[in-house]
């Protein structure tokens, strides 16, 4: 908490362009760690002393934008704040009679579209094919949980406590589920839950659920790496056991999977086929909302405990 | 050496579509180690007691197969042994005009063969892209940068020696080449080889080079697991630093390399074409041959000591 320090300033007004728009939710997501790292990664760090950044779900008060008007329900990526100021030609708006507004930030916005990209192109399961999944009830995981499933395959997660593997089995209908948090042997808890070995696995958390499966990978696997939230707050380099030599006798195929290689024209379809698995009842999400910008910061803090279930939202209060 | 034992046997006779092999030429490959081992792996574990299997050049004796005759060089799948008994459906005759018959144990064999799928097929090098090779002085390593070099990629090798190295970059026209037994700093030696980041790493060796090279990917980097012989000898799991955070930023591609998935019908263009490249001086190999099959135990160890400039084989003197 003493790294993050709430602002108050004037009301900021939109250029030729932008949009001010009023923030009613906002997102925080594991990704924002490595922006607070003054390393070199797939996108510029953030400087200390400016706004975290982060999508946002809000009404459009003033557009300077032909795109837009007052009153449009928008999402794009904007700022913890309670009003910002965004270019219009990076927002978009939303149909708030589709689903709720919030979920353009979870299983119909960034988390999910990680997911169906992961799923879809990266792990391409076929049916019968066992499936593992770290942060399987976080907003990313548990989305691909279920489209793993809808492809045919056995889907088997991680989790961090007892309520969420009982979400993951008994309403999302996996396979299996392993509390990594109370299981003192999870290379024997994995080889259980994956008699056939492993087909894919989609890893959101890295270190030590990684090493359980990895002995199990099936030659011909494919490993998509979303994330490795364990090793994000890891102050030294994290080491672990050397695991290449597998990938000679399995022939595995190891991809790092970033939502924005997605191909933007792509994005709509996959909203809607989501959407659709949502009004089917096929698709089941959950969103864990507090209140309050000034909640944030223990908001973003408590996904690297695991506190969340499905996506972490804020949503800010009226002014 | 208290490993290997050297027994007198009569001398084998064929069957239906068998041959009989007198043995000119053995090989001893780092894969052989694996095979050694009582664990899970692509191929099933030797037992102890057996004989060593291993490639051969020798001279049919006996041909109880229609497409061979006594008098034919053969290269295939044999033993450790002066003479041997095979099945003639495994093995092919060469053609001893075209090149030293025992090339067909590595620049027109296996080890080429490796390094031909590896750089075409996994690495597929652009013109311009750097270039890693490990064990770039080995069997596999000194064609495979070649080859990556013929694609016109910029190639830096590691090597054990500076006689290696010289090799590497005097003969065989590498951009650099690292010894990697003398580089107090692999990471810095690497990051001076490669101002530009790496674009495809081929990687024979794995442990600390691999340490060094992993910092170094560019975005859409290719690796190419082929051997980690670093870690083959080692008695406890080796551990290091974890690598997989990496990938999402660079959204590398890390695969599996077994020579035997390449398909068998490409085999014969593959060939042809290397010996098309050797004929017109585009293509060099060295071979290091010790003579007597009392001697392959030993040349078989001197590849975990990197005592090899290229392919390590062993002559069989007449008895």
């Known amino acids: 908490m003493d790294s993050f320090e709430f602002r108050e300033t004037g009301a900021p007004t939109p250029r030729f362009g932008e949009l001010l728009v009023r923030v009613h939710y906002l997102s925080v997501d594991p990704y924002m760690r490595g922006r607070m790292r003054d390393a070199e990664s797939y996108a510029e760090p953030w400087d200390v002393g400016d706004p975290m950044r982060a999508g946002i779900v809000g009404e459009v008060l003033e557009s300077n934008h032909d795109d837009f008007e007052a009153g449009d329900i928008v999402t794009g990526d904007g700022l913890w704040a309670e009003h910002a100021v965004v270019d219009g030609d990076e927002f978009r ?3 708030p009679d589709l689903a709720p507004v919030s979920t353009a ?33 976080g907003a990313v995981g548990s989305v691909a949980g279920q489209l793993a499933q809808l492809a045919g395959a056995r889907v088997v997660g991680t989790a961090g406590s007892d309520t969420k593997c009982d979400w993951l089995t008994d309403d999302l209908g996996f396979e299996a589920a392993i509390n990594y948090k109370t299981t003192d042997d999870l290379g024997a808890a994995m080889r259980e839950a994956c008699p056939d070995g ?77 959407g659709g698995f949502i009004a089917e009842g096929d698709l089941e999400y959950r969103e864990n909302v507090v209140e309050g910008i000034e909640n944030a910061p223990d908001a973003f803090l408590g996904l690297f405990e695991g506190e969340n279930i499905g996506k972490q939202l804020v949503q800010v209060r009226e002014a």
Chains 1, 2 share one sequence.
């Open 93 to 95: 708006t939303i149909n």
């Open 105 to 137: 930030l979870g299983v119909l916005g960034m988390p999910g579209i990680t997911a169906y990209y992961g799923v879809n192109d990266i792990i391409a399961p076929d049916p019968g094919d066992t499936v593992v999944i770290s942060a399987a009830a």
């Open 198 to 274: 492993v087909d894919g696995y989609f890893d959101n958390v890295g270190g030590p659920i990684t090493d359980a499966v990895w002995p199990l990978l099936n030659v011909r696997a494919s490993v998509g790496v979303c994330g490795q939230i364990a090793l994000y707050n890891a102050t030294e380099v994290p080491t672990g056991p050397r695991k290449l030599a597998q990938l000679i006798q399995t022939r595995a195929t190891v991809e790092g999977l970033l939502v924005s290689d997605f191909p933007q024209e792509e994005w709509g379809t996959a909203i809607k086929r989501m």
